[in-house]
Each structure stands twice: as structure tokens, then as C-alpha cells.
């Protein structure tokens, strides 16, 4: 069965203080892994595609890398404003056209 | 500021009423989704229209009634809506498959329902 697995559910930083959120899948065929960023009610906001295993992005404090089975969200030197949930998100082969299988999140806050 | 535009960003409905959510993108985008999205849950796919028609609903209850009037535009049909169906609505929208990778999702705001 496909499925993406996110962890730590929710992490508390300090600010300044360096971490890293996981998502790890299992999927039949990975097309692409996607990472959002979403602020309490508002919707997901595009971060990051990684297509290959080995792939990096990078977008001020936050470097998303990719293997053959996780990817993790690396987090430098967070700031309060980087307090959001986190979510991963693949489209499988064998779900059929359109179907993109989340994770469940992962829940940041970053203290001052 | 995203480019996927929802409108109401909130609303509140008695259970008897009929109102409907918009979406629009200008991205050229030719698949749109309808999600579901709880507190503290992933967004959950309710309907995705492929070139302006009905390609997967996730078996929805006929109190909501998707619209694609053209590629640009989006509409949720709500009537007799049940309290517990109050959450973030979610208008989303990305290209179509491309040859082995599959292109990223863009989502709007959200529109916010609360069913009295």
C-alpha cells in the first residue's frame, strides 16, 4: 500500500537551534515528493519538488534533500517565523491519475 | 500572496441553506481539486477536474456539487450541509502529468465553513 509517514508529529525549537523533519514513503513508483509549508488557516504553500534520489533544494533556512525511501526538511538556524506545519506529499503510480498522498505533518514552533 | 484565489475566505450556513465557494487560477493549470482539510489532518481529496471535466470523486455526499464552468474557474455547490461538514475547504490546482513526474500542487487560502 502507498503511504508517506511524517515525524517527529511536532517539534519545539529554540530559536537558533538546528533540526531536521522527516517523511518517509512507500510508493510504487516515485514521480515526485513535494514539501508545503501551511500556516494555521490558511492553505499549503509550495516549498520544494525533488524528482531523484540525491536531489537537494535550498530556500533560505530550510534544505529539502531526497533518497530512495525518506526526505528530510533541514531546518538552520530557525526563527519564530519559521513556526508552521510541514507537510509532505507524493502522487503515487497506483492510486491512479491526480491522487497525491500526504503525510500527516509535521507541527513547528519555534521559541524566541 | 498565492495564485490560486478562493472566495468567501469564511462562511456561515444553516443547515437549509445553499451557497456556493469559487475558486479561479491563472496558471494556465488544466487540473483543479476540491479538498477537505480538519484541524490538525492532512488536506483529503474530495474532486479533480481533468480539462474541464469530472475525473475522480472521492464518493462526496450529493450535498456538495462540484462546477467547472471553464480552465480558469472552479465552483462548490453546497446545499443541506450536516454541522460536521464545517472545515477548511481548499481550491487547488497544478499541470497536467507530464511523461514519468508529476508536477507540485498550488493551493488557494481556503475557504473557512462553519454549519450551524
Known amino acids: 500500500e502507498d503511504q508517506v509517514t511524517q515525524s517527529p508529529e511536532a517539534l519545539r525549537l529554540q530559536e537558533g537551534e538546528s533540526s531536521s523533519l522527516n517523511c518517509s514513503y512507500t510508493?510504487?513508483?516515485?514521480?515526485?515528493l513535494f514539501w508545503y509549508r501551511q500556516d494555521p488557516g490558511k492553505g499549503p504553500e509550495f516549498l520544494f519538488t525533488?524528482?531523484?534520489a540525491g536531489e537537494e533544494k535550498e530556500k533560505e533556512r530550510l534544505k529539502a534533500t531526497l533518497t530512495k525511501k525518506e526526505s528530510f526538511l533541514h531546518i538552520t538556524a530557525p526563527k519564530p517565523e519559521d513556526s508552521a506545519t510541514y507537510l509532505c506529499a507524493v502522487p503515487p503510480l497506483t492510486s491512479g491519475t491526480y491522487k497525491y498522498i500526504f503525510g500527516t505533518g509535521t507541527r513547528l514552533k519555534v521559541l524566541a | 500572496d498565492t495564485e490560486v484565489t478562493q472566495t468567501p475566505k469564511h462562511l456561515v450556513m444553516g443547515m437549509t441553506n445553499k451557497k456556493s465557494l469559487k475558486c479561479e487560477q491563472h496558471m494556465g493549470h488544466r487540473a483543479m481539486y476540491w479538498y477537505k482539510q480538519k484541524a490538525k489532518k492532512p488536506p483529503e481529496l474530495m474532486f479533480v477536474y481533468s480539462y474541464e471535466k469530472l475525473s475522480i470523486n472521492e464518493s462526496v455526499p450529493s450535498r456538495f456539487s462540484p462546477e467547472c464552468p471553464n480552465s480558469s474557474l472552479l465552483n462548490l455547490h453546497l446545499h443541506a450541509l450536516q454541522p460536521e461538514d464545517s472545515a477548511l475547504y481548499l481550491c487547488a490546482s497544478s499541470q497536467d502529468r507530464g511523461q514519468g513526474v508529476d508536477s507540485p500542487l498550488h493551493f488557494g487560502n481556503g475557504t473557512r465553513l462553519t454549519v450551524t
Open positions: 525533488l524528482y531523484s
Open positions: 510508493v510504487s513508483g516515485l514521480r515526485g
